[in-house]
């Protein structure tokens, strides 16, 4: 049996009381705090920077897992490790020097992950695969939270679990935009092992409760 790695989206939060927020996150059963920072440029949207990574890193207990959707991502690796982040993931659209920008990425201790645009192939990670920790299947185009899944993705988690076995490779899969309790269990049945959630969590009633639920989701 197996239950997956929940991420709540702090992207969904209040972030005028984000000290509550993440109390919250530290309180349930969630693994991971995900952290989208969004730079204007890579995606038509900014949302929150260094300094909010590293308040945040003040409060949470969970593992920080921090996803980049910004250029040039290499000039400011080294700043997000300082500010907390555990796992930094890069996408793959923003850099020209994949292989050396995981590089550097594990040369500061962080776990290193390569998030995919719905458009991008995963046959396009073959030749690093083996040095990631984690891949993040973008199954909304980055930039918004709430917006639809987008059901291709299904085929791209199988995909990459094959490209995953065939090259020895110990990355986890990471679900990105549009989780919620209606698909949670076909993508941890596809063979997702984490899931990425924030309206779905934060809207909720209870959030707590709510994610308390995608654990609950077993295959
Ligand atoms: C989108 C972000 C996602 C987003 C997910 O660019 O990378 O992490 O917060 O939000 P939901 O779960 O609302 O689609
Ligand atoms: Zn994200």
Not at 22 to 38: G, K, L, P, T, Y
Not at 106 to 117: E, H, R
Not at 147 to 152: N, S
Not at 162 to 181: H, K, Q, Y
């Amino acid at each position: 049996m197996k239950s997956p790695i929940v991420a709540p989206s702090i992207l969904a939060a209040d972030f005028a009381n984000l000290q509550h927020e993440i109390e919250m996150i530290n309180r349930s059963e969630a693994d991971w705090i995900h952290i989208d920072v969004m730079d204007g440029v890579f995606v038509p949207n900014i949302s929150l920077g260094l300094p909010i990574c590293e308040a945040i890193n003040r409060h949470a207990r969970k593992t920080m897992d921090v996803h980049l959707m910004i250029v040039q991502p290499e000039r400011y690796l080294t700043e997000f490790k300082k500010a907390g982040a555990e796992y930094l993931t890069v996408h793959l659209e923003a850099c020209p020097h994949l292989h050396r920008t995981i590089q550097q990425i594990k040369d500061l201790g962080c776990k290193a992950g390569v998030a995919l645009n719905p458009h991008t192939s995963v046959e396009s990670l073959r030749d690093v695969i083996e040095m990631l920790d984690l891949v993040c299947l973008m199954s909304v185009n980055p930039g918004f939270g709430g917006q639809k899944f987008i059901a291709r993705t299904y085929q791209k988690i199988k995909d990459l679990k094959t490209l995953i076995s065939e090259e020895n490779s110990s990355a986890l899969i990471e679900i990105d935009g549009g989780v919620n309790e209606a698909n949670a269990h076909a993508l941890l049945d596809s063979g997702a092992d984490v899931l990425v959630a924030g309206n779905f969590v934060f809207s909720s009633a209870n959030p707590e409760q709510t994610i308390a639920g995608l654990k609950q989701v077993l295959v």
